[in-house]
């Protein structure tokens, strides 16, 4: 019996982007691959997955009509893109949501500076110095984001910063304890990764008199 053409290539393709999705978010989430890069090449392989599923369905109209072969082949097509999108898909509706910035601080009329991290970021990586049209989007989306009180001497408080960023597990770049006998706070620059691999900075750990800001 004679197998749908387009039975076949729903399969090919669905599994190429499927293959190309996991790989993008694996090199991204344990390699230094560029994230640019990584966004692409999960768009095209979504782009590769809706190509599947409609390529299923055509054949799976022609195999309807001419009784050709390959259901099985065009089913395979639709089922697998689904399986892999069906997770990403699940957070598009809480995405819409979201204020359209890409970072977020404590506190928005000085928000801690990155130094060391700013260093080790590519040319092509979004700055790191806080953007002040955020301010607005964030201070609407998130209220209760502000500066963290705690009742501890300036030396104490660091070293609880230290011990989150510990079990949160961050990677800190760089760690600078406040000097006993000066004004001036600890700072701490550190990063952590979603599970897609975005990186998120966590901004400071800055330790001034009775305050730790984060």
């Known amino acids: 019996m004679i197998v749908a053409p387009l039975a076949r290539w729903s399969s090919r393709i669905a599994v190429f982007s499927a293959s190309l999705l996991v790989v993008a978010v694996a090199l ?12 692409n090449l999960f768009a095209v392989g979504a782009a590769g997955a809706g190509l599947a599923m409609l390529v ?5 109209v022609q195999i309807w009509r001419r009784g050709l072969a390959g259901a099985g082949l065009a089913a395979f097509g639709i089922v697998l893109p689904i399986l892999v999108l069906a997770w990403p898909l699940t957070f598009v509706p809480a995405f819409l949501k979201l204020p359209k910035i890409n970072d977020i601080t404590t506190d928005v009329a000085s928000p801690p500076r990155f130094i060391a991290l700013a260093k080790q970021r590519t040319s092509d990586a979004n700055p790191v110095a806080y953007p002040n049209r955020f301010a607005q989007e964030q201070q609407k989306a998130y209220p209760d984001l502000r500066p963290f009180v705690v009742d501890r001497g300036v030396e104490e408080a660091f070293e609880l910063v230290e011990e989150v960023a510990r079990k949160l597990k961050w990677k800190v ?6 000097a006993s006998k000066s ?7 550190a990063t952590d990764q979603t599970t897609f691999g975005a990186v998120a900075c966590p901004r400071g750990a800055v330790c001034g008199g009775r305050r730790c800001r984060r």
């Open 173 to 178: 770049a760089s760690s600078e304890p406040p």
């Open 183 to 189: 004004a001036k706070g600890g700072v701490m620059e």
């Open 56 to 60: 299923s369905l055509i054949a799976l």
């Open 28 to 39: 991204h989430r344990l390699t230094s691959f560029p994230t640019q890069v990584a966004v």
